[in-house]
């Protein structure tokens, strides 16, 4: 069994920077991704971010140069957002699969292990 929580979200300015944190507990497999994905209301859940076991990054197009990745410590992985905007309000979660990234940004399909969310809301 393995656990997610996700942490960081809240109010910012538009142009305000924010880190979210993904703390994964349980048993984790020698070769996995974590990715960050997020849902504003009425809209389809998007990947943004993902990284791999062995230091490989993905992000959508429309976040790259604002969005950050990273692994903090063995269990945390964190998503720094830069210039944030209106249009980056939305619940982020994250989500773990135990297989490596292969050069694309995974789809919410391809992974079971689910965080709760965090919000993030961004004014203008």
């Known amino acids: 069994q393995v656990d997610l929580v996700e942490s960081g979200g809240k109010s910012v300015q538009s142009g305000g920077s924010l880190t979210l944190s993904c703390e994964v507990s349980g048993r984790m497999y020698h070769e996995y991704s974590v990715a960050w994905f997020r849902q504003a209301p009425e809209k389809e859940r998007e990947p943004v971010a993902a990284?791999?076991?062995?230091?490989?990054r993905a992000y959508a197009e429309s976040v790259k140069g604002r969005f950050t990745v990273s692994r903090q410590n063995p269990n945390t992985w964190d998503l720094e957002i830069t210039s944030l905007k209106p249009d980056d309000t939305a619940m982020y979660l994250c989500?773990?699969?135990?297989?490596?990234?292969?050069?694309?940004?995974?789809?919410?399909?391809?992974?079971?292990?689910w965080g709760q969310g965090t919000q993030v809301t961004v004014s203008s």
């Open positions: 990284i791999d076991s062995a230091g490989e």
């Open positions: 989500a773990v699969r135990w297989w490596p990234l292969r050069g694309t940004l995974p789809e919410a399909s391809d992974f079971v292990y």
